[in-house]
């Protein structure tokens, strides 16, 4: 019985070895099918990284350049070298340093809320009630509540009450310059 069992084992373990080089044949056969394109396919792997690693240090090393050139800029406004430098990385942080400069920080920039901002800095500074209207009536406008106070207080320098008190109404019950609100509304009860 022992011999029998020795023997069937031994069928097993040949039968095993046959698939393994059963499989390992057909992998090879595979192989030297597709050869070129898995050959290809690893070239393109190994490019790939050492591209994605170059771009990488690339964007690094500009945005040190950047950071480097701004902090020199906003140490010294008269910085050409440094502006430029920075013009030449980082067209946005280029932009930001401009209207940071900026004395009355109404300098227009390609930079969104930059550019609500100088709008809004430049119809305060002018009065002017028509731009604050178009401000307050952008869903997306970043100073809308200030812009809301603004207004009212140009009407209120203008004596003009009654549309101030409308204004100043359209503060939200959730906005955090509510306090400023009531008391403007408080101030506004008297006239």
């Known amino acids: 019985m022992s011999l029998k069992e020795n023997m069937s084992s031994i069928k097993e373990e040949i ?13 090879e056969k595979l192989y030297k099918k597709y050869k070129l394109y898995i050959i ?46 920075l013009k030449s990385t980082n067209e946005k942080l280029y932009n930001i340093a401009l209207f940071q400069i900026s004395k009355d920080k109404t300098t227009a920039s390609n930079v969104e809320y930059l550019q609500d901002i100088a709008l809004y800095n430049e119809a305060v500074k002018k009065g002017d009630i028509a731009a604050l209207d178009t401000m307050i009536l952008k869903q997306d406008f970043l100073l809308k509540d200030f812009a809301i106070i603004s207004k009212t207080l140009i009407l209120i320098d203008k004596k003009d009450y009654k549309k101030a008190k409308v204004t100043i109404a359209k503060i939200d019950a959730k906005s955090r310059v509510l306090p400023l609100s009531d008391m403007l509304q408080h101030f506004l009860l008297t006239k």
């Open 40 to 85: 290809g396919l690893a070239v393109a792997l190994v490019s790939g990284l050492i591209i994605m690693t170059i771009v990488n240090f690339v964007n690094e090393k500009n945005l040190q350049t950047s950071n480097n050139a701004y902090n020199k800029v906003l140490a010294n406004n008269n910085d050409k070298d440094s502006l430029n430098e």
């Open 15 to 27: 039968s095993t070895q046959e698939q393994f080089f059963e499989s390992f044949f057909k992998i």
